[in-house]
C-alpha cells in the first residue's frame, strides 16, 4: 500500500500516541518517532511500528510518531487507523491485521 | 481527571456568548484576542471556559488554561483536540506560536521549535523533520560562487518594477534564488502569480525560481503581510519570517545576499525592509549575516512601478496605462481575465 494523503491517528494524551502519515514523495517508507520513553522503549516502539507497516504492505509514505508511553496493542492500532486513512482503503483484509 | 471537561468548538464569527470568557481567559494569560482566528476550541468544566485554542488556517494561537485547571491531563487533551480539529479541516502541517517560556508545554503537544524572537515569542512546527525535509530540497539547488543571491516576490501581479529588481539582482550575483509568496490570500491566485514570474523572468538564465513554502511569508510566518490592505500596520511584525530565512533557507543555498526593492508607499512593506536589515544583517545568529540590498525602484516618467498600481488601472481597464508597467506577458493575462464584450462599458 502506499500512502497517497495525509491523515491522523491517536492523541498526545498520556499512555496513547499521534501517528501522522504523508506521501513520501519519493517512493519510500520513511519512519521518524519520537517518544517520551524512548531510551527505554525506543528499539520494541520500532520494532511494533514497522511490524504493523509490514503487515498492510506500506511501501511508500511518511510515518511520524509522537508517543506518550503507549503499550504496543496502542501503537499497532494507531498505526493501522492513521494508514488506513492515508492511503484512502475502502476494503479492508481484517485478518491482516490481527 | 478531566472527566466532567466538556470540549467543543467555537467560531467567532458568530460572536458567541463564550467569546467574553475567552477573551477574559486570555486577557488573565497576558494575550490578546486575535482577530484572524476562525475557530476557538473551548473547554467547559463546572460551567466555565477554563482553556482554549484558536486556529487560524494552519496556525494554532491564543493558547490559555486557567490557573485553577492547570495539569498534564487537561493541557494535553485541549492540545489533541485542536490537532484533531484542523485535521478535520484538511490541515496537518501546523504551526504554533508561543510565549518562550512556554516551549517545554508546548513540546508535550508534539511540537518542535523553528526560530525563538528572543523574550517575545517562538514559531513552533508539528514535525520533528519537516524544515530540515524542506532544506534537503533546497540544498540540492545549491550553485557555486561567491555571491549568491536570494529574492521573495508576491508579484501581485508580475510588473516591470519586479523584472528590473530581477535583473539587477542577477546581474550582480553569480546565481539568484527567487521565491513566490505561495499563499493565495492576494488578488491574483498563486498558480497565476507563479505562471507570471516565469514567464517575466526568461532569458535571465543565472536563477532559479521556486515555488513557495509555508516558511516564506506564509500566514504562519508573517501573518500581518497578507492584512496590508486593511491597514493592519501594527501586525506587520516580521521578525520570526526573517529569522527563517536566515537559520534555514539563506544557509542551505548558500545565500549571500538578500535582495529588496525600495518601498516609497506601502508602510508594511516599508517596514519589512527595514526590520529585514535588523534581523539578516544585525540580530545575533548561528548563522552569517546575510547583506540586504535595497534597489531603488523601477520608474516611469518619475512615478515609481506599483503593483497596487496596476490593479488599480485594472479595477478601471484602463489597459493603455497597465501597457506601460507590466511585460507583454503580464498585459496579456489581465487582458484575458475580461470577457471581450466587457470591454466597452
Given at each position: 500500500?502506499?500512502?497517497?494523503?495525509?491523515?491522523?491517528?491517536?492523541?498526545?494524551?498520556?499512555?496513547d500516541?499521534?501517528?501522522?502519515?504523508a506521501p513520501?514523495?519519493?517512493?519510500?517508507?520513511?519512519?521518524?518517532?519520537?517518544?517520551?520513553?524512548?531510551?527505554?522503549?525506543?528499539?520494541q516502539?520500532?520494532?511494533v511500528v514497522?511490524?504493523?507497516?509490514?503487515?498492510?504492505?506500506?511501501?511508500?509514505?511518511?510515518?511520524?510518531?509522537?508517543?506518550?508511553?503507549?503499550?504496543d496493542?496502542?501503537?499497532?492500532?494507531?498505526?493501522?487507523?492513521?494508514?488506513?486513512?492515508?492511503?484512502?482503503?475502502?476494503?479492508?483484509?481484517?485478518?491482516?491485521?490481527? | 481527571?478531566?472527566?466532567?471537561?466538556?470540549?467543543?468548538?467555537?467560531?467567532?464569527?458568530?460572536?458567541?456568548p463564550?467569546?467574553?470568557?475567552?477573551?477574559?481567559?486570555?486577557a488573565?494569560?497576558?494575550?490578546?484576542?486575535?482577530?484572524?482566528?476562525?475557530?476557538?476550541v473551548v473547554?467547559?468544566?463546572?460551567g466555565h471556559?477554563?482553556a482554549?485554542?484558536g486556529?487560524?488556517?494552519?496556525?494554532?494561537?491564543?493558547?490559555?488554561?486557567?490557573e485553577?485547571?492547570r495539569?498534564?491531563?487537561?493541557?494535553?487533551?485541549?492540545?489533541?483536540?485542536?490537532?484533531?480539529?484542523?485535521?478535520?479541516?484538511?490541515q496537518?502541517?501546523?504551526?504554533?506560536?508561543?510565549?518562550?517560556?512556554?516551549?517545554?508545554?508546548?513540546?508535550?503537544?508534539?511540537?518542535?521549535?523553528l526560530?525563538?524572537?528572543?523574550?517575545r515569542?517562538?514559531l513552533m512546527?508539528?514535525?520533528?523533520v519537516?524544515?530540515?525535509?524542506?532544506?534537503?530540497?533546497?540544498?540540492?539547488?545549491?550553485?557555486?560562487?561567491?555571491?549568491?543571491g536570494?529574492?521573495?516576490?508576491?508579484?501581485?501581479?508580475?510588473?516591470?518594477?519586479?523584472?528590473?529588481?530581477?535583473?539587477?539582482?542577477?546581474?550582480?550575483?553569480?546565481?539568484?534564488?527567487?521565491?513566490?509568496?505561495?499563499?493565495?490570500?492576494?488578488?491574483?491566485?498563486?498558480?497565476?502569480?507563479?505562471?507570471?514570474?516565469?514567464?517575466?523572468?526568461?532569458?535571465?538564465?543565472?536563477?532559479?525560481?521556486?515555488?513557495?513554502?509555508?516558511?516564506?511569508?506564509?500566514?504562519?510566518?508573517?501573518?500581518?503581510?497578507?492584512?496590508?490592505?486593511?491597514?493592519?500596520?501594527e501586525?506587520?511584525?516580521?521578525?520570526?519570517?526573517?529569522?527563517?530565512?536566515?537559520?534555514?533557507?539563506?544557509?542551505?543555498?548558500?545565500?549571500?545576499?538578500?535582495?529588496v526593492?525600495?518601498?516609497p508607499?506601502?508602510?508594511?512593506?516599508?517596514?519589512?525592509?527595514?526590520?529585514?536589515?535588523?534581523?539578516?544583517?544585525?540580530?545575533?545568529?548561528?548563522?552569517?549575516p546575510?547583506?540586504?540590498?535595497?534597489?531603488?525602484?523601477?520608474?516611469?516618467?518619475?512615478?515609481?512601478?506599483s503593483?497596487?498600481?496596476?490593479r488599480?488601472?485594472?479595477?478601471?481597464?484602463?489597459?493603455g496605462?497597465?501597457?506601460?508597467?507590466v511585460?507583454?506577458t503580464?498585459?496579456?493575462?489581465?487582458?484575458?481575465?475580461?470577457?471581450?464584450?466587457?470591454?466597452?462599458?
Amino acid at each position: 500500500m502506499k500512502v497517497i494523503k495525509e491523515a491522523i491517528a491517536g492523541t498526545v494524551e498520556s499512555s496513547d500516541l499521534l501517528v501522522k502519515v504523508a506521501p513520501s514523495g519519493k517512493g519510500t517508507r520513511d519512519i521518524v518517532i519520537r517518544s517520551e520513553v524512548m531510551k527505554q522503549f525506543g528499539k520494541q516502539i520500532k520494532k511494533v511500528v514497522t511490524d504493523t507497516l509490514d503487515k498492510l504492505s506500506v511501501s511508500d509514505g511518511s510515518i511520524v510518531i509522537e508517543d506518550k508511553g503507549a503499550l504496543d496493542c496502542v501503537i499497532r492500532a494507531r498505526v493501522q487507523a492513521a494508514v488506513l486513512r492515508g492511503c484512502g482503503s475502502q476494503e479492508l483484509d481484517w485478518g491482516r491485521l490481527s | 481527571m478531566n472527566a466532567t471537561a466538556d470540549f467543543y468548538t467555537v467560531q467567532p464569527k458568530d460572536a458567541p456568548p463564550e467569546m467574553e470568557e475567552v477573551r477574559k481567559l486570555l486577557a488573565a494569560n497576558d494575550l490578546e484576542l486575535d482577530d484572524q482566528i476562525e475557530v476557538f476550541v473551548v473547554c467547559r468544566q463546572k460551567g466555565h471556559i477554563v482553556a482554549c485554542a484558536g486556529l487560524d488556517h494552519y496556525t494554532i494561537k491564543c493558547v490559555a488554561v486557567a490557573e485553577d485547571a492547570r495539569g498534564e491531563s487537561l493541557s494535553l487533551a485541549l492540545g489533541s483536540e485542536v490537532v484533531s480539529l484542523a485535521a478535520e479541516r484538511g490541515q496537518y502541517h501546523l504551526f504554533l506560536y508561543s510565549a518562550p517560556h512556554n516551549l517545554p508545554f508546548f513540546r508535550g503537544w508534539g511540537f518542535y521549535p523553528l526560530v525563538e524572537v528572543p523574550q517575545r515569542v517562538v514559531l513552533m512546527e508539528n514535525s520533528p523533520v519537516a524544515i530540515e525535509k524542506y532544506c534537503e530540497s533546497l540544498r540540492v539547488q545549491r550553485r557555486p560562487g561567491k555571491t549568491i543571491g536570494g529574492i521573495v516576490l508576491n508579484a501581485n501581479p508580475f510588473t516591470l518594477g519586479h523584472r528590473y529588481l530581477v535583473a539587477q539582482a542577477a546581474r550582480a550575483c553569480d546565481w539568484l534564488h527567487v521565491f513566490v509568496v505561495k499563499e493565495d490570500a492576494s488578488s491574483f491566485s498563486y498558480a497565476d502569480r507563479f505562471a507570471l514570474v516565469a514567464a517575466g523572468v526568461k532569458g535571465i538564465d543565472n536563477l532559479t525560481l521556486y515555488p513557495g513554502s509555508d516558511y516564506i511569508i506564509s500566514r504562519a510566518t508573517f501573518p500581518g503581510y497578507f492584512l496590508k490592505d486593511k491597514g493592519l500596520i501594527e501586525s506587520s511584525w516580521a521578525a520570526v519570517d526573517l529569522l527563517l530565512f536566515r537559520d534555514y533557507i539563506a544557509p542551505a543555498l548558500g545565500i549571500t545576499r538578500r535582495y529588496v526593492g525600495s518601498e516609497p508607499f506601502d508602510p508594511v512593506t516599508k517596514s519589512y525592509n527595514a526590520q529585514m536589515k535588523d534581523w539578516l544583517q544585525q540580530a545575533p545568529s548561528g548563522q552569517p549575516p546575510i547583506t540586504v540590498v535595497e534597489i531603488p525602484r523601477a520608474s516611469i516618467g518619475g512615478v515609481p512601478i506599483s503593483a497596487t498600481e496596476v490593479r488599480r488601472l485594472l479595477a478601471e481597464r484602463d489597459f493603455g496605462r497597465i501597457a506601460a508597467l507590466v511585460p507583454a506577458t503580464t498585459l496579456q493575462f489581465l487582458e484575458s481575465l475580461l470577457p471581450v464584450n466587457n470591454t466597452i462599458q
